[in-house]
């Protein structure tokens, strides 16, 4: 059922999708079969100022005039003909990559921060996400995320949260080891096809289960299959979320509307050429 739910949201906005070589659907794991996304330990980035204590003495970078890449990530596995499954051997060559080209990554408050020009930045500063809460993400993203120290964010679909996709044991693992837990909907549905009261629905319980489930505020949001109207916009400025992302491709830049924040889908057949180049230099 989850899969479904997720695949048909997704079917025409991914351009994993659209290949001529469909994949054979049943023949994947049913719950990667759509787009998949989460804040991180948030104890202390309650406020600018609290924000500001956690940026390190050395980030001494004014925001990039090329903007900061944000990474989208769904399933770390194996999904042959699928672009949305990003293999674990290749993930693990692209973090060593980031790790060795000097990469920082950042947090999703360490970035509305810097937005507000309010922080400065390492030199190379990066943001990954996860969407949709995928077990992978646990099993095989998490750990490798750990080996470098990097912070990862996972928007996670909290209807779906249990076997089968991350658990809550698991996602407060992972926030207590700095990743940031953020919303991506209650059931990933079509946002734009919901009348108002059950779009804010959607939008807030998530937030609340997230938020009373770890302890931590969720102000970060990531929209369904990239999906949302000038009602969603509305919702979520009402709601207290500061900053959503689409699937819009990217950089994040200075002027962007802090509820359109563009990503970088990173394309699981792809080599490591391929996810170099996506990145700006
Ligand atoms: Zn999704």
């Known amino acids: 059922m989850l899969s479904l739910i997720l695949l048909s949201v997704v079917a025409g906005g991914s351009q994993a999708n659209r290949t001529t070589t469909q994949p054979q659907r049943s023949a994947m ?5 759509g787009d998949a996304g989460p804040a991180g330990l948030k104890a202390a980035a ?3 100022t609290e924000v500001a204590k956690t940026v390190p003495q050395d980030w001494a970078f004014p925001f990039p005039a090329e903007g900061i890449p944000v990474l989208m990530y769904h399933s770390i596995s194996n999904l042959p003909g699928n672009s949305l499954g990003v293999p674990p051997e290749k993930f693990a060559l692209q973090m060593k990559y980031l790790y060795n080209a000097g990469f920082t990554t ?4 360490q970035l509305y921060s810097a937005l507000q020009g309010k922080t400065r930045l390492p030199r190379r500063p990066i943001m990954i996400t996860f969407d949709d809460g995928y077990h992978d993400n646990f099993t095989a993203a998490f750990p490798v995320l750990k080996q470098y120290n ?6 996670v679909v909290t209807g779906y949260i249990g076997p089968g996709m991350l658990t809550w044991d698991e996602i ?3 926030a207590g080891a700095g990743m940031n837990i953020e919303s991506h909907t209650v059931n990933h549905l079509d946002l734009r096809t919901l009348p108002p009261a059950r779009m804010r629905k959607e939008l807030a319980d998530s937030k609340t289960a997230i938020e009373s489930n770890l302890g931590t505020k969720v102000e970060y ?7 949302f109207n000038s009602t969603t916009l509305a919702l979520l400025k009402d709601l207290g979320y500061k900053m959503a992302f689409t699937t819009v491709a990217g950089t994040v830049r200075r002027n962007q509307p802090l509820l359109q ?3 970088i889908r990173i394309n699981g057949l792809a080599g490591l050429e391929g996810f170099q180049k996506q990145l700006p230099n």
């Open 29 to 33: 794991p049913a719950y990667v079969q």
């Open 46 to 48: 309650a406020n600018i």
């Open 150 to 155: 990097f912070k990862a964010t996972f928007f």
């Open 221 to 227: 949001f990531c929209y369904p299959a990239g999906k």
């Open 106 to 109: 950042i947090t999703p408050d």
């Open 172 to 174: 407060k693992q992972m």
């Open 261 to 263: 924040l563009r990503r």
